[in-house]
């Protein structure tokens, strides 16, 4: 029988990441509000953008996710064959089933039980929102989530390995060829260009950090205990990113949340 890969002591949650939620709520109450008394300064920045991916987001995203692709080890890829299960139901779930299945329920929603509450026009836009939604796996979470549940911290980093590779290649695929099952267009440009700022460029970031770390400390023991402090020093930034990301977004829709908050409470509907 093959020797299931040993299991990492996952480091306990700060007080800070323990009540992540209320600072979510925080964030969302401070966007709304200051997307409320400074619309002309909101607007400015939504006009950062090229191929309708915004750069302020796209920057605080980097923030978000550089240190989690600190921590994605490539190497462990080779660990697949030892529990094949858990990373054949997780990228059974991940990539077929969850797509398809967000944009049966956007469709359904928007295009049937909500058609006489929503413009046609902007059922469309939920419906590929909920698509982009649900093609993207989250990562950066999964190893929060490995905490919270006490889980296998290696097994954990195998599976986001795996996730993160199939992502560079099958997200945008996979987002056209529902988009267009259902009748919306978004450019391949945006595609794209989203898959290689949001994705590709935070890993190799990412990865090219993880190897200058583990030259600078040695192979084995020595190098990982490297990765480890370093992505523990910048683990605020994602923390922040993810903050700021939230009040920007907020802030950017802002006015139409407060003015139409049934429509808000529609969309969240088939997301739950």
Same mark, same amino acid.
């Given at each position: 029988?093959?020797?299931?890969?040993?299991?990492?002591?996952?480091?306990?949650?700060?007080?800070?990441?323990?009540?992540?939620?209320?600072?979510?709520?925080?964030?969302?109450?401070?966007?709304?509000?200051?997307?409320?008394?400074?619309?002309?300064?909101?607007?400015?920045?939504?006009?950062?953008?090229?191929?309708?991916?915004?750069?302020? %987001?796209?920057?605080?995203?980097?923030?978000? %996710?550089?240190?989690?692709?600190?921590?994605?080890?490539?190497?462990?890829?080779?660990?697949?064959?030892?529990? /094949?299960?858990?990373?054949?139901?997780?990228?059974?779930?991940?990539?077929? !089933?969850? /797509?398809?299945?967000?944009?049966?329920?956007?469709?359904?929603?928007?295009?049937?039980?909500?058609?006489?509450? !929503?413009? /046609?026009?902007?059922?469309?836009?939920?419906?590929?929102?909920?698509?982009?939604?649900?093609?993207?796996?989250?990562?950066?979470?999964?190893?929060?989530?490995?905490?919270?549940?006490?889980?296998?911290?290696?097994?954990?980093? %195998?599976?986001?390995?795996?996730?993160?590779?199939?992502?560079?290649?099958?997200?945008?695929? !996979?987002?056209?060829?529902?988009?267009?099952?259902?009748?919306?267009?978004?450019?391949?440009?945006?595609?794209?260009?989203? %898959?290689?700022?949001?994705?590709?460029?935070?890993?190799?970031?990412?990865?090219?950090?993880?190897?200058?770390?583990?030259?600078?400390?040695?192979?084995?023991?020595?190098?990982?205990?490297?990765?480890?402090?370093?992505?523990?020093?910048?683990? /605020?930034?994602?923390?922040?990113?993810?903050?700021?990301?939230?009040?920007?977004?907020?802030?950017?829709?802002?006015?139409?949340?407060?003015?139409?908050?049934?429509?808000?409470?529609?969309?969240?509907?088939?997301?739950?």
């Amino acid at each position: 029988m093959t020797e299931a890969p040993s299991s990492k002591p996952a480091s306990p949650l700060s007080l800070f990441e323990r009540y992540l939620s209320l600072w979510v709520l925080i964030c969302i109450i401070a966007g709304l509000t200051l997307g409320t008394l400074l619309p002309d300064t909101f607007q400015l920045l939504a006009g950062l953008e090229y191929g309708s991916v915004n750069f302020i %987001v796209a920057v605080l995203i980097w923030f978000m %996710v550089y240190p989690m692709m600190v921590s994605v080890d490539f190497t462990s890829l080779r660990r697949i064959h030892e529990r /094949p299960k858990g990373l054949v139901i997780t990228l059974a779930v991940n990539w077929l !089933i969850k /797509p398809f299945t967000m944009a049966a329920l956007g469709v359904l929603f928007f295009e049937f039980v909500f058609a006489d509450l !929503i413009d /046609p026009d902007n059922a469309s836009q939920y419906i590929a929102g909920m698509i982009l939604l649900g093609a993207a796996p989250c990562t950066a979470m999964v190893f929060i989530w490995s905490q919270l549940t006490r889980g296998d911290a290696t097994y954990t980093l %195998v599976q986001v390995s795996l996730n993160d590779v199939i992502m560079i290649f099958a997200f945008a695929p !996979i987002v056209a060829l529902l988009l267009g099952v259902t009748d919306i267009s978004v450019p391949w440009e945006t595609l794209l260009l989203s %898959v290689v700022l949001y994705v590709v460029i935070p890993l190799i970031a990412g990865t090219l950090t993880r190897m200058h770390l583990i030259r600078k400390a040695g192979p084995g023991v020595q190098g990982e205990i490297q990765v480890s402090r370093f992505t523990s020093r910048i683990k /605020p930034l994602s923390v922040l990113g993810l903050l700021a990301t939230v009040v920007l977004l907020f802030g950017f829709q802002g006015q139409i949340i407060l003015d139409q908050p049934l429509l808000i409470a529609l969309i969240a509907v088939p997301l739950l």
